[in-house]
């Protein structure tokens, strides 16, 4: 059974940083891109970050120069670290797994981590 479970998520103030952690399933992690998505209220759900069982990373323009993804697959775990957060991060973001060959929409996906930023 595939398991992605993200901790981390919170409350912080404009300019604050987080930092986002996935707990991936031993069986697919090796091979896995592994990628962090978010869902703003009311929108739909976009790409923030993905980074490849070779350490490739993928950024969305909204994550350049703020956030960072990484993973240490000794854990099995993928991390994002945010920085210079502003009030438009808020949404829920969610650990995504997919085989390199195939959509994001196709993967797994695990159950969402609440991001607010507000003073």
């Known amino acids: 059974q595939v398991q992605l479970v993200e901790s981390g998520g919170g409350l912080v103030q404009p300019g604050g940083s987080l930092r986002l952690s996935c707990a991936a399933s031993?069986?697919?992690?090796?091979?896995?891109?592994m990628g962090w998505y978010r869902q703003p209220p009311g929108k739909q759900r976009e790409l923030v970050a993905e980074?490849?069982?070779?350490?490739?990373?993928t950024n969305a323009d909204s994550a350049k120069g703020r956030f960072t993804i990484s993973r240490d697959n000794a854990k099995n775990t993928v991390y994002l670290q945010m920085n210079s957060l502003k009030p438009e991060d808020t949404a829920v973001y969610y650990c995504?797994?997919?085989?390199?060959?195939?959509?994001?929409?196709?993967?797994?996906w695990g159950q969402g981590t609440q991001v607010t930023v507000s003073s």
């Open positions: 995504n797994a997919r085989n390199r060959y195939a959509s994001a929409r196709l993967g797994y």
């Open positions: 031993r069986s697919i992690f090796s091979t896995a891109v």
């Open positions: 980074i490849s069982s070779s350490g490739s990373i």
